[in-house]
T-cell receptor, first 118, second 115 residues
Framework: GAVVSQHPSRVICKSGTSVKIECRSL??????MFWYRQFPKQSLMLMAT?????????EQGVEKDKFLINHASLTLSTLTVTSAHPEDSSFYIC??????????????FGPGTRLTVL | AQSVTQLDSHVSVSEGTPVLLRCNYS??????LFWYVQHPNKGLQLLLK??????LVKGINGFEAEFKKSETSFHLTKPSAHMSDAAEYFC?????????????FGAGTRLFVKA
Protein backbone atom coordinates (compact mmCIF):
# COMPACT_ATOMS: atom_id res chain seq x y z
CA GLY A 1 0.00 0.00 0.00
CA ALA A 2 0.80 3.74 -0.03
CA VAL A 3 2.32 3.84 -3.50
CA VAL A 4 3.11 7.13 -5.20
CA SER A 5 3.83 7.36 -8.91
CA GLN A 6 5.28 10.14 -11.04
CA HIS A 7 5.00 10.77 -14.73
CA PRO A 8 7.08 11.18 -16.75
CA SER A 9 10.18 9.57 -15.28
CA ARG A 10 12.42 11.53 -17.63
CA VAL A 11 11.80 14.57 -19.78
CA ILE A 12 14.03 16.60 -22.05
CA CYS A 13 12.79 19.94 -23.28
CA LYS A 14 14.02 23.06 -25.00
CA SER A 15 14.70 26.24 -23.11
CA GLY A 16 11.61 28.42 -22.87
CA THR A 17 9.07 25.62 -22.95
CA SER A 18 6.89 24.47 -20.07
CA VAL A 19 6.90 21.00 -18.58
CA LYS A 20 4.23 19.34 -16.47
CA ILE A 21 5.04 16.61 -13.97
CA GLU A 22 2.28 14.51 -12.44
CA CYS A 23 2.29 12.94 -9.01
CA ARG A 24 -0.35 10.37 -8.15
CA SER A 25 -1.18 8.45 -5.01
CA LEU A 26 -2.26 5.08 -6.39
CA UNK A 27 -3.96 3.38 -3.49
CA UNK A 28 -4.77 6.12 -1.02
CA UNK A 29 -6.10 9.64 -0.91
CA UNK A 30 -3.41 12.17 -0.19
CA UNK A 31 -4.61 15.36 1.39
CA UNK A 32 -1.08 16.71 1.45
CA MET A 33 1.62 16.31 -1.16
CA PHE A 34 5.12 17.72 -1.18
CA TRP A 35 7.41 18.67 -4.04
CA TYR A 36 11.18 18.46 -3.74
CA ARG A 37 14.08 19.05 -6.06
CA GLN A 38 17.40 17.32 -5.84
CA PHE A 39 20.57 18.45 -7.57
CA PRO A 40 23.23 15.86 -8.42
CA LYS A 41 24.89 14.44 -5.34
CA GLN A 42 22.93 16.77 -3.09
CA SER A 43 20.09 16.40 -0.68
CA LEU A 44 16.41 17.03 -1.27
CA MET A 45 15.14 20.54 -0.88
CA LEU A 46 11.47 21.12 -0.20
CA MET A 47 9.94 23.40 -2.79
CA ALA A 48 6.32 23.51 -1.74
CA THR A 49 3.56 21.84 0.21
CA UNK A 50 0.37 21.15 -1.67
CA UNK A 51 -3.00 20.69 -0.01
CA UNK A 52 -5.97 19.43 -1.99
CA UNK A 53 -8.30 22.22 -3.01
CA UNK A 54 -6.14 25.07 -1.76
CA UNK A 55 -3.13 27.04 -2.88
CA UNK A 56 0.28 25.53 -2.39
CA UNK A 57 2.62 26.87 0.25
CA UNK A 58 6.00 27.64 -1.24
CA GLU A 59 9.30 27.60 0.57
CA GLN A 60 11.37 30.74 0.73
CA GLY A 61 13.23 31.38 -2.48
CA VAL A 62 10.96 29.25 -4.68
CA GLU A 63 9.24 31.25 -7.41
CA LYS A 64 5.56 30.41 -7.33
CA ASP A 65 5.00 31.83 -10.81
CA LYS A 66 7.70 29.61 -12.23
CA PHE A 67 6.78 26.42 -10.42
CA LEU A 68 3.01 26.12 -10.67
CA ILE A 69 1.46 23.53 -8.41
CA ASN A 70 -2.08 22.25 -8.72
CA HIS A 71 -3.65 19.74 -6.35
CA ALA A 72 -7.11 19.41 -7.84
CA SER A 73 -7.95 15.99 -6.48
CA LEU A 74 -7.03 13.79 -3.56
CA THR A 75 -4.91 11.56 -5.76
CA LEU A 76 -3.21 13.98 -8.15
CA SER A 77 -0.86 16.91 -7.82
CA THR A 78 0.93 18.50 -10.75
CA LEU A 79 4.06 20.62 -10.93
CA THR A 80 4.48 22.77 -14.02
CA VAL A 81 7.88 24.29 -14.67
CA THR A 82 7.09 27.32 -16.79
CA SER A 83 9.55 28.79 -19.29
CA ALA A 84 12.15 26.26 -18.28
CA HIS A 85 15.84 27.13 -18.44
CA PRO A 86 18.94 24.95 -18.15
CA GLU A 87 19.33 25.87 -14.48
CA ASP A 88 15.96 24.22 -13.83
CA SER A 89 17.44 20.87 -14.82
CA SER A 90 17.13 18.69 -11.75
CA PHE A 91 15.53 15.62 -10.23
CA TYR A 92 12.03 16.46 -9.02
CA ILE A 93 10.47 14.22 -6.40
CA CYS A 94 7.00 14.30 -4.94
CA UNK A 95 5.76 12.72 -1.75
CA UNK A 96 2.48 12.33 0.07
CA UNK A 97 1.12 11.59 3.47
CA UNK A 98 -1.66 9.06 3.88
CA UNK A 99 -5.04 9.76 5.51
CA UNK A 100 -4.96 9.89 9.26
CA UNK A 101 -1.31 10.77 9.31
CA UNK A 102 0.05 13.97 10.66
CA UNK A 103 2.77 15.92 8.97
CA UNK A 104 5.13 14.35 11.46
CA UNK A 105 4.59 10.93 10.02
CA UNK A 106 6.46 9.33 7.19
CA UNK A 107 6.07 10.54 3.66
CA UNK A 108 5.65 8.17 0.74
CA PHE A 109 7.87 9.18 -2.12
CA GLY A 110 7.43 8.92 -5.83
CA PRO A 111 10.29 7.60 -7.99
CA GLY A 112 11.20 11.06 -9.23
CA THR A 113 11.31 12.86 -12.58
CA ARG A 114 14.60 13.78 -14.21
CA LEU A 115 14.19 17.08 -16.07
CA THR A 116 16.83 18.16 -18.55
CA VAL A 117 16.47 21.56 -20.18
CA LEU A 118 18.60 22.09 -23.27
CA ALA B 1 16.02 26.47 14.35
CA GLN B 2 15.85 22.92 13.11
CA SER B 3 18.81 21.35 11.39
CA VAL B 4 20.16 17.95 10.48
CA THR B 5 23.84 17.10 10.17
CA GLN B 6 25.03 13.88 8.64
CA LEU B 7 28.60 13.71 9.78
CA ASP B 8 29.98 11.64 6.91
CA SER B 9 29.40 12.30 3.23
CA HIS B 10 30.82 8.87 2.36
CA VAL B 11 31.18 5.65 4.31
CA SER B 12 32.90 2.58 2.95
CA VAL B 13 32.64 -0.85 4.57
CA SER B 14 33.39 -4.42 3.61
CA GLU B 15 30.55 -6.84 3.09
CA GLY B 16 29.68 -8.57 6.34
CA THR B 17 31.04 -5.81 8.58
CA PRO B 18 28.98 -3.38 10.68
CA VAL B 19 27.56 -0.16 9.30
CA LEU B 20 27.35 3.12 11.20
CA LEU B 21 25.87 6.22 9.59
CA ARG B 22 25.87 9.21 11.89
CA CYS B 23 23.19 11.86 12.23
CA ASN B 24 22.87 14.76 14.65
CA TYR B 25 19.93 17.10 14.78
CA SER B 26 18.80 20.27 16.47
CA UNK B 27 15.18 20.91 17.28
CA UNK B 28 13.23 23.25 19.48
CA UNK B 29 10.38 20.86 20.13
CA UNK B 30 9.77 17.13 19.99
CA UNK B 31 10.81 16.02 16.55
CA UNK B 32 10.03 13.00 14.48
CA LEU B 33 13.15 11.48 12.96
CA PHE B 34 13.47 9.27 9.92
CA TRP B 35 16.05 7.45 7.87
CA TYR B 36 15.39 7.02 4.17
CA VAL B 37 17.42 5.16 1.57
CA GLN B 38 17.72 6.18 -2.08
CA HIS B 39 19.07 3.88 -4.74
CA PRO B 40 20.31 5.49 -7.98
CA ASN B 41 17.55 7.25 -9.93
CA LYS B 42 14.95 5.88 -7.57
CA GLY B 43 12.61 7.44 -5.05
CA LEU B 44 13.21 7.35 -1.34
CA GLN B 45 12.26 4.37 0.76
CA LEU B 46 11.62 4.61 4.48
CA LEU B 47 14.00 2.52 6.56
CA LEU B 48 12.71 3.46 10.00
CA LYS B 49 11.20 6.28 12.02
CA UNK B 50 11.17 7.62 15.56
CA UNK B 51 8.01 9.37 16.71
CA UNK B 52 8.42 9.62 20.51
CA UNK B 53 7.86 5.96 21.28
CA UNK B 54 10.71 3.52 21.93
CA UNK B 55 14.13 5.13 21.59
CA LEU B 56 15.60 2.08 19.84
CA VAL B 57 13.89 1.77 16.52
CA LYS B 58 14.11 -1.27 14.30
CA GLY B 59 13.59 -0.89 10.59
CA ILE B 60 13.65 -2.89 7.42
CA ASN B 61 16.57 -4.87 6.04
CA GLY B 62 18.18 -5.25 9.46
CA PHE B 63 18.74 -1.56 10.08
CA GLU B 64 18.12 0.10 13.42
CA ALA B 65 18.66 3.50 14.99
CA GLU B 66 18.74 4.82 18.52
CA PHE B 67 17.31 8.18 19.49
CA LYS B 68 19.57 9.80 22.08
CA LYS B 69 18.09 13.06 23.24
CA SER B 70 21.06 13.97 25.43
CA GLU B 71 23.38 13.67 22.46
CA THR B 72 20.82 14.91 19.90
CA SER B 73 21.77 11.95 17.77
CA PHE B 74 19.94 9.39 15.69
CA HIS B 75 22.66 7.16 14.24
CA LEU B 76 21.77 4.37 11.84
CA THR B 77 23.38 0.97 12.30
CA LYS B 78 23.36 -2.49 10.80
CA PRO B 79 25.34 -5.45 12.17
CA SER B 80 26.40 -6.85 8.81
CA ALA B 81 26.52 -4.98 5.51
CA HIS B 82 25.26 -6.51 2.30
CA MET B 83 26.20 -5.47 -1.21
CA SER B 84 22.61 -4.39 -1.82
CA ASP B 85 22.93 -1.82 0.98
CA ALA B 86 25.08 0.38 -1.22
CA ALA B 87 23.00 3.54 -1.68
CA GLU B 88 22.47 7.08 -0.44
CA TYR B 89 21.02 7.46 3.03
CA PHE B 90 19.18 10.51 4.32
CA CYS B 91 18.46 11.45 7.90
CA UNK B 92 15.31 13.57 8.13
CA UNK B 93 13.70 15.58 10.91
CA UNK B 94 10.10 16.76 10.98
CA UNK B 95 9.30 19.34 13.60
CA UNK B 96 7.02 22.19 14.51
CA UNK B 97 9.36 25.14 14.84
CA UNK B 98 8.86 28.85 15.30
CA UNK B 99 8.57 29.23 11.55
CA UNK B 100 5.93 26.54 11.28
CA UNK B 101 6.08 22.89 10.33
CA UNK B 102 9.33 21.87 8.68
CA UNK B 103 10.76 18.74 7.17
CA UNK B 104 14.50 18.98 6.80
CA PHE B 105 16.77 16.54 5.03
CA GLY B 106 20.36 15.92 5.92
CA ALA B 107 22.94 16.22 3.17
CA GLY B 108 23.06 12.47 2.74
CA THR B 109 25.66 9.77 3.28
CA ARG B 110 26.70 7.54 0.44
CA LEU B 111 27.40 4.02 1.60
CA PHE B 112 29.85 1.92 -0.38
CA VAL B 113 30.05 -1.81 0.29
CA LYS B 114 33.16 -3.68 -0.83
CA ALA B 115 33.13 -7.35 -1.65
Amino acid sequence: GAVVSQHPSRVICKSGTSVKIECRSLDFQATTMFWYRQFPKQSLMLMATSNEGSKATYEQGVEKDKFLINHASLTLSTLTVTSAHPEDSSFYICSATAPGQSRFDEQFFGPGTRLTVL
Amino acid sequence: AQSVTQLDSHVSVSEGTPVLLRCNYSSSYSPSLFWYVQHPNKGLQLLLKYTSAATLVKGINGFEAEFKKSETSFHLTKPSAHMSDAAEYFCVVSDQGTGGFKTIFGAGTRLFVKA
